[in-house]
T-cell receptor
Framework: RKEVEQDPGPFNVPEGATVAFNCTYSNSASQSFFWYRQDCRKEPKLLMS???SGNEDGRFTAQLNRASQYISLLIRDSKLSDSATYLCVVTVDDKIIFGKGTRLHILP | GAVVSQHPSRVICKSGTSVKIECRSL??????MFWYRQFPKKSLMLMAT?????????EQGVEKDKFLINHASLTLSTLTVTSAHPEDSSFYICSARGSGRVLDTYNEQFFGPGTRLTVL
């Protein structure tokens, strides 16, 4: 099993819809979790950290499920500008592991 | 968030030459910096981790003599691609991580804008 797995997509979603995707991790000792966003030919940018209690930032909600070892990202009222690749990042001790990313296309 | 700069943003060089890429944390002290490379439509691949004042730790399959990393200060790390070949053409991205006292959340990484290397 890969350390961090994501559905590569693409997810083609109409503007205004809600979209969610998950990321599973294999190491139960994983400590920190993040979602990054990467636009084409650009560097990844931190979207949000994922806390045990879950967190929400505007239209974005991130959840952590330690029992099932996955994190999720929910985007409500999707905008065209949300089109990007979303990378799941998990840290174990000092090791930082990136998922391969989920591509999201918001359709007008 | 914290700011990380990278220079140059784009470089084209001839095969056999060496290229140096700089990564700077502008508003925080980066105890750890990471170097990644990314091929088109592929995920980031960690090349090495460097801690200030010590030797870099390279990932399996990454030649340390080819990709020289120096992290001489808390705000600067450099990656030198020695004797570059066309297969080294890629997007190189650095990231920096500070201490918990500097950034709100330990373990957050902040990325530089990347350097696109083309070796002819």
């Amino acid at each position: 099993r890969k350390e961090v797995e994501q559905d590569p997509g693409p997810f083609n979603v109409p503007e205004g819809a809600t979209v969610a995707f998950n990321c599973t991790y294999s190491n139960s000792a994983s400590q920190s979790f993040f979602w990054y966003r990467q636009d084409c030919r650009k560097e990844p940018k931190l979207l949000m950290s994922v806390y045990s209690s879950g967190n929400e930032d505007g239209r974005f909600t991130a959840q952590l499920n330690r029992a099932s070892q996955y994190i999720s990202l929910l985007i409500r009222d999707s905008k065209l500008s949300d089109s990007a690749t979303y990378l799941c990042v998990v840290t174990v001790d000092d090791k930082i592991i990136f998922g391969k990313g989920t591509r999201l296309h918001i359709l007008p | 968030g914290a700011v990380v700069s990278q220079h140059p943003s784009r470089v084209i060089c001839k095969s056999g030459t060496s290229v140096k890429i700089e990564c700077r944390s502008l508003d925080f002290q980066a105890t750890t910096m990471f170097w990644y490379r990314q091929f088109p439509k592929k995920s980031l691949m960690l090349m090495a981790t460097s801690n200030e004042g010590s030797k870099a730790t390279y990932e399996q399959g990454v030649e340390k003599d080819k990709f020289l990393i120096n992290h001489a200060s808390l705000t600067l790390s450099t990656l030198t691609v020695t004797s570059a070949h066309p297969e080294d053409s890629s997007f190189y991205i650095c990231s920096a991580r500070g201490s918990g006292r500097v950034l709100d959340t330990y373990n957050e990484q902040f990325f530089g804008p990347g350097t696109r290397l083309t070796v002819l």
